[in-house]
Structure formats: C-alpha cells, structure tokens
C-alpha cells in the first residue's frame, strides 16, 4: 500500500496529464463518430452570449450590404407572386402547410475547419429541433445538429460529415453533396451516373428525398467534373451561390410531415 | 513580482481565450491560417509554480478555447501535451541555466527565448492538425498546415510578446 501511494505521489504529474489526456481524446473520439457532445458544443449559455453580444456590435458593420440583399429576395419573391397564374387558394391554414420557416441571425461562423460549425441566435424556445434545415436567401446552409434553450449549432456544408442529397436542376439523377475539406466555395457532388449529360454551368438543387430540406432548393452550379476512374460515376464540383464568409441572415426550415416520413420509413425497415 | 500573481494568471487566462476566440480565430488568412496564440499563456507561466496547477491551467484553457470553436477537445489535448512537456522543453533551450534559484525567462538571451516559443508552438500545432485530420495519408496537408499556421502564431505572439512584457528596470 505505502509504495502505491509513493508511486502515485512519485508520478502525480504524469499521471494527471495521462487522465486529462484520456479525457481529452475521449471527447473527440466520441465527437468524431458521433453527433457532438451535448454540453460540449458553442450553443450553450456562455459562448452563445460572448457571441451574441459581439455580433451585436459588429453586425452594425454590414447592415447596409444585408439591407440590400434582404430588398433584392423580397423584389424576387413579389415578382414570383405577381406573376403566379392563379392565386394561392386561400389564406394559409398553419395546420396544413408542410414546410414553417423560421428566421435567425448567424452570431459563430466557422469555414477554415475540416468540421464547420455555425451558432444561431434561436434556439428551443423559438421552436427549433435537431435536424431542421438551414438556408440563405441564395441557397442552402446546413442542418441543425444541436440546440440549447436560446441557441442552436448548425453543421455547415463545409463538413466533412456533412451528406446532402441533391440534383441536377430539372431532372431526376441524384447524388449526394459532400465536401472534400479544401476550399469554402466549392463542394463535390457525387454518385451521379456517368450517362448523365452534364455541362459546366448546370445548376444543383436539393433532391425530393431528403426529409430535411424542400425540393429545388438551390445550391451552386457545377463549376468542373470529370469521370472517377474507379466508379462509373462522376466526381463534379459545385460551386456554391452562398459565400459561406459573409452569411448573416438565415431561416431555418421546419417539415411538419417529418415525423410521419421516419416513423412510416422506420416500419418499413422493419419487416 | 506582477507575473506570479495569481490574479495575473487568471486575467491573463480570460483575456486570452477571449482575443483567441473572437478575433484571431476570424482572420483566416487565405481561408484557413488562424494564430493560436493563447499558447502565450503557457509561454508567461510561472516556472516555479507547482506543476499540477500549470497542466490543469493549461487543459482548461485549451477545453475553453474548443468550447467556443465547435472543435471537440482537440485544443486540449494538444495543450496539455506541451504543457506537460514544458519542463523538458525548457530544460533543452535554457540548458544549466535553469538550475539557478531566481531564474527568469526574461533573462535569458533573445534567442532562447525565440527558439522555447517556437518549440512549444510547432509541438502544439503537429498535435493540433494530426487530431483535426485523423489520417496519414494526408501527412503533407498537416505538415503545410503546421508550418503556416506555426509561422502566423510565432509572428503574432513575438509581436504580442514585445507589447506586453514586462520592462526590465
């Protein structure tokens, strides 16, 4: 017993080191093959107001610019709504529609990691949950990955982890959007067949089914793509509408029907 | 002397994280070099200190600087890597030096000083991006990291390191 404890005096420092080590590479292990830690992740109490309170100061910066692409979607939007052949039917009733949108400030944007993470200034008590979209006025964002009381971490495109379906705009050929870590305005797209007639300049759009996002709603244009020698698929890179460096504004996008999509898909996986 | 303070390290602590997190984690030099210089913490460190203290100051720091940047606990782990490691570093650069009862980092010759902060901070950084990539097949892409980002930090804490010293009378 006596020589125990000596050996753990003779090595109190090492052996701390070893223990906060193991700690250290538990929490990343784990954050790497699973979701992020619950408390261990920019949207909680304290880093959510360190960033909310800077955000207000800077933001004042940029005002003008957003102003300017806020004026710019809602032009777009009233000339989609004049020019519709017929009226929407009647006043939405919210119990019927599918998508509710909420909109949110960006207050922690991250582009230079290998795993990108954005903090939004809304969190549960304004209606947000694990795994609702996120989007720009120009085009998609990421996915909601956690949330605390007053705010929610996003994971962005710009993440390794991050598997988007999508689509050549105006056809049927799907793929998945992953990113290969090497530069923030483009992101790859693969899995689409090497028959596909392709051309630079084509526009990707999010596919019918994911459960997450709408369908069609935009996110680059294909900027190169080439046959992967292995597969008989291509390897195309999408360069994005977003610049994920000066995103401010964000709505997050809620599928009221999601619920019923996974619990009918899980049934099915079950027979 | 100011630097032993305990009230020092603790400003020093906060102070840090705080410019780490807001302002040199947003430059992205190039799109991805961001300085890390609260390694400055480790630098400044009373070196008569209990040891246990400094490795748990330094984990902290490191669990901190994580917290706000979504990057799991990589910081720490690579922070308390060196810190445990300073010793030894310290023992290598400064050499017999060290032995003496009222040894002070400032004084030491400019060059050793250089050549302990650089250490500590390519140390820190090979940990740092061999756990943010995970993979060796990728070993060039952590070694361009290392040394770009090693190279901003050093250029950054040396210019840090001049403002704030503490002048010699």
């Not at chain 1, 909680?44 to 955000?55: I, K």
């Not at chain 2, 480790?42 to 940047?69: C, E, H, K, T």
């Not at chain 2, 990291?145 to 010699?168: D, N, P, W």
Request: glycine content about 4%; charged content about 15%; overall charge positive.
């Amino acid at each position: 017993m006596q020589q125990i404890i000596n050996f753990i005096l003779k090595y109190k420092n090492f052996l701390l080191y070893v223990f906060l080590l193991t700690i250290a590479l538990v929490f990343t292990v784990r954050a790497r093959s699973y979701h992020h830690s619950k408390f261990f992740n920019s949207a909680n109490w304290l880093t959510g107001n360190v960033y909310e309170s800077t955000h207000s100061v800077s933001s004042f910066f940029s005002l003008g610019t957003e102003n300017e692409k806020l004026v710019e979607e809602n032009k777009w939007l009233r000339q989609q709504l004049y020019n519709l052949e017929k009226a929407p039917p009647e006043p939405l009733d919210s119990t019927k529609i599918t998508y509710s949108v909420t909109a949110a400030k960006i207050i922690k944007n991250s582009y230079s990691l290998p795993r990108n993470y954005i903090t939004l200034d809304k969190g549960r008590v304004d209606g947000l949950e694990i795994d609702m979209g996120v989007i720009t006025s120009k085009g998609i964002l990421g996915i909601v990955e956690h949330t605390s009381k007053n705010f929610s971490m996003v994971q962005s495109i710009l993440n390794v982890r991050s598997r988007i379906n999508a689509k050549i705009l105006n056809t049927n050929h799907y793929g998945s959007l992953v990113w290969d870590t090497k530069d923030y305005r483009t992101v790859q797209l693969k899995d689409i067949e090497r028959l596909v007639p392709l051309k630079v300049g084509d526009t990707i759009v999010t596919g019918a089914s994911s459960s997450i996002f709408p369908e069609n709603i935009p996110i680059g244009v294909i900027a190169h793509f080439e046959v992967n020698p292995n597969h008989s698929s291509y390897q195309i890179d999408v360069k994005l509408f977003n610049d994920m460096t000066t995103v401010k504004n964000v709505y997050i996008i809620k599928n009221n029907q999601r619920e019923e999509i996974i619990e009918l898909e899980s049934k099915v996986g079950n027979d | 002397m100011i630097s032993n303070n305990a009230l020092f390290i603790v400003i020093r602590f906060l102070l840090l994280i705080i410019v780490q997190v807001l302002v040199f984690n947003n430059l992205n030099y190039f799109g991805y070099i961001n300085p890390m210089v609260y390694l400055l913490f480790l630098y400044w460190y009373p070196i008569n200190d209990q040891r246990a203290f400094f490795i748990l100051w330094s984990f902290l720091l490191g669990l901190m600087v994580d917290w706000f940047s979504d990057t799991m606990a990589i910081h720490a782990a690579a922070t308390v890597t060196i810190a445990y490691l300073r010793p030894a570093i310290m023992r290598f650069c400064f050499g017999s030096n060290l032995e003496f009862q009222n040894f002070r980092i400032s004084s030491t010759t400019q060059a050793q000083q250089i050549v302990f902060l650089t250490l500590l901070i390519f140390i820190h950084h090979l940990i740092f991006f061999s756990l943010e990539i995970f993979s060796l097949g990728n070993t060039l892409l952590i070694l361009k990291k290392v040394l770009f980002t090693g190279l901003a930090t050093l250029v950054i804490s040396l210019l840090l390191r001049t403002l704030f010293s503490i002048k010699k009378r």
